[in-house]
């Protein structure tokens, strides 16, 4: 089992919707908690972190469920420019991160 | 403030020689991590080094492969004799300190093809 799971997708998703997705994660013992966006395989960029209460960054919703080990983005009035795929990302001691294989995200017009 | 600089971006290499990678941290960050990333395939750590020091190698290949963060100069990743398998992006970040909620910053990575 891979330590952390993704949708790969695609979510096709029209221009101004809502979408969301999850991933999941083994490792009970992980500490932090990020999501990134990676462009046609260009560098991860951080989009932001996750915090046990959630957190809302503009159109960008993060949540994290400790007891059932799932981190969830909802992005809000999608753009043109949210296409991307989304790497769920969890850190554990020493600052190592574990990533999941990505989610693509397509907006169309 | 430059960000984490990585040369070459593109190597291509003949089975059996040498790569060599280099990353240069941002201005201030100490800790450097290596990440490789297989096609189709999410990244997946390497090492993570500070200044002389290797800290965790725990997912660096055990053979042909090395990695070294001199007192002065870049972070190299060294790959010895490379076999096809070995061709993916390598990704290098790096972060002021190590902590629970660092940022870790990401340099353009290189791909490395082997013919």
């Known amino acids: 089992r891979k330590e952390v799971e993704q949708d790969p997708g695609p979510f096709n998703v029209p221009e101004g919707a809502t979408v969301a997705f999850n991933c999941t994660y083994s490792n009970s013992a992980s500490q932090s908690f990020f999501w990134y966006r990676q462009d046609c395989r260009k560098e991860p960029k951080l989009l932001m972190s996750?915090?046990?209460s959630g957190n809302e960054d503009g159109r960008f919703t993060a949540q994290l469920n400790r007891a059932s080990q799932y981190i969830s983005l909802l992005i809000r009035d999608s753009k043109l420019s949210d296409s991307a795929t989304y790497l769920c990302v969890v850190m554990h001691y020493m600052g190592k991160l574990q990533f999941g294989a990505g989610t693509q995200v397509v907006v169309t017009p | 403030n430059a960000g984490v600089m990585q040369n070459p971006r593109h190597l291509v290499r003949r089975r059996g020689q040498e790569a060599r990678l280099r990353c240069s941290p941002m201005?201030?960050?100490?800790?450097v991590y290596w990440y490789r990333q297989l096609p189709e395939e999410g990244l997946k750590f390497m090492v993570y080094?500070?200044?002389?020091?290797?800290?965790?190698e725990s997912g660096m290949p055990k053979e042909r492969f090395s990695a070294e963060f001199p007192k002065e100069g870049p972070s190299i990743l060294r790959i010895q004799q490379v076999v096809r398998g070995d061709s993916a992006a390598y990704f290098c970040?790096?972060?002021?300190?190590?902590?629970?909620?660092?940022?870790?910053?990401f340099g353009p990575g290189t791909r490395l093809l082997v013919l």
């Open positions: 201005k201030g960050h100490s800790h």
């Open positions: 996750v915090y046990s």
């Open positions: 080094l500070q200044k002389e020091n290797i800290i965790d």
């Open positions: 970040a790096s972060s002021p300190a190590t902590g629970l909620q660092e940022t870790q910053y």
